[in-house]
């Protein structure tokens, strides 16, 4: 079945850095769009970034955007969200998903247990 | 970017009872419109997709509806396990936004 499983979450104080990564199994990586959604402790979901099957295609919300990359790894069915510049406002837990796609209408199938990322002195 | 709003916010209904969670985009989104549940503590389950289409293994109690602007979520007889929050998603085009969420409680 398929499993995606986030590490590398943690304690970070404002303007460090984290590098998150998401490791997929149960499906072939290579086929599949990957999002990251994050959710702030008792708030909403809020999508974070997207990229393509092969890495040409990537968007983020305006929230990370110049501050964060999503990358993946596709030998090795993983994917990375590295975060930079880091502020009180990213702390969430941070889901790796994954999109089906155009084909089907950009839904996101599968979503890991998610990793909590807390920014704070 | 285009808004969602949902409503109620939250609501108080009893096992049985048919609950309707109603979803809003501030510009046409035709049917890019997908509906999770999430459960405390849990990473949101995929329900619905393209507005209407239900997910394999969903109880065929949940069903949606809706194009264009006004998108519904349904579930027509509660049951203990359907007690969480719902988002309904747009996905017609970046940022894909999510709506606020509707909070479903035991009366």
């Known amino acids: 079945q398929v499993q995606l499983v986030e590490s590398g979450g943690g304690l970070v104080k404002p303007g460090g850095s984290l590098r998150l990564s998401c490791a997929a199994s149960?499906?072939?990586?290579?086929?599949?769009?990957m999002s990251w959604i994050r959710q702030a402790p008792g708030k909403g979901l809020e999508w974070v970034s997207h990229i393509s099957n092969t890495g040409n295609t990537i968007y983020y919300a305006d929230s990370v955007k110049g501050r964060s990359t999503i990358s993946r790894d596709n030998a090795k069915n993983s994917l990375y969200l590295q975060m930079n510049s880091l502020r009180a406002e990213d702390t969430a837990v941070y889901y790796c998903?994954?999109?089906?796609?155009?084909?089907?209408?950009?839904?996101?199938?599968?979503w890991g247990q998610g990793i909590l990322v807390t920014v704070s002195s | 970017d285009i808004q969602m709003t949902q409503s109620p916010s939250s609501l108080s209904a009893s096992v049985g009872d048919r609950v309707t969670i109603t979803c809003r985009a501030s510009q046409n989104i035709n049917d890019y419109l997908n509906w999770y549940q999430q459960k405390p503590g849990k990473a949101p389950k995929l329900l619905i997709s393209a507005a209407s289409s239900l997910q394999s293994g969903v109880p065929s109690r949940i069903s949606g509806s809706g194009f264009g602007t006004d998108f519904t979520l349904t579930i027509s007889s509660l049951q203990p396990e359907d007690f969480a929050t719902y988002y309904c998603h747009q996905t017609y085009n970046i940022p894909r936004t999510f709506g606020p969420g509707t909070r479903v409680e035991i009366k």
């Open positions: 149960g499906f072939i990586f290579s086929d599949y769009y």
């Open positions: 998903v994954r999109d089906g796609g155009y084909s089907s209408g950009w839904k996101l199938d599968n």
